[in-house]
């Protein structure tokens, strides 16, 4: 509010910031990775949990749980619930449709 400048290492203080990364490289290097991360879990649960945390802000608590039960019930009986218990079975990473 103030419009004085502050760097990265500030913000980082200020929680601004999460991380500060010593070059661009790293990073992009890291940004990647999280990328990767969240490209590999189940789409439907990245979505879901996305609008999660975007509509509960607004709601009360109350509404905001009542959400999260409906949305936690239509996804246990999804089919990447299915795939990532099949997948611990038999050992090896879920593979989960594209949406």
Same mark, same amino acid.
């Given at each position: 509010?103030?419009?004085?400048?502050? $760097?990265a290492l500030e913000a980082k203080?200020?929680?601004?910031?999460?991380?500060?990364?010593?070059?661009?490289?790293?990073? $992009?290097?890291?940004?990647?990775?999280?990328?990767?991360?969240?490209?590999?879990?189940?789409?439907?649960?990245?979505?879901?949990?996305?609008a999660v945390l975007l509509n509960?802000? $607004?709601?009360?608590?109350?509404?905001?749980?009542d959400y999260v039960a409906t949305?936690?019930?239509?996804?246990?009986?999804?089919? $990447?619930?299915?795939?990532?218990?099949?997948?611990?079975?038999?050992?090896?990473?879920?593979?989960?449709?594209?949406?």
């Amino acid at each position: 509010l103030t419009g004085r400048r502050i $760097d990265a290492l500030e913000a980082k203080h200020m929680g601004l910031v999460q991380k500060v990364y010593p070059t661009k490289s790293d990073m $992009d290097e890291n940004v990647h990775k999280i990328a990767r991360d969240i490209a590999a879990k189940s789409p439907l649960a990245v979505i879901g949990t996305k609008a999660v945390l975007l509509n509960s802000r $607004d709601l009360s608590v109350h509404k905001g749980l009542d959400y999260v039960a409906t949305w936690n019930a239509a996804m246990l009986s999804s089919t $990447d619930v299915q795939e990532v218990f099949a997948a611990q079975v038999e050992k090896r990473k879920p593979m989960f449709s594209k949406l």
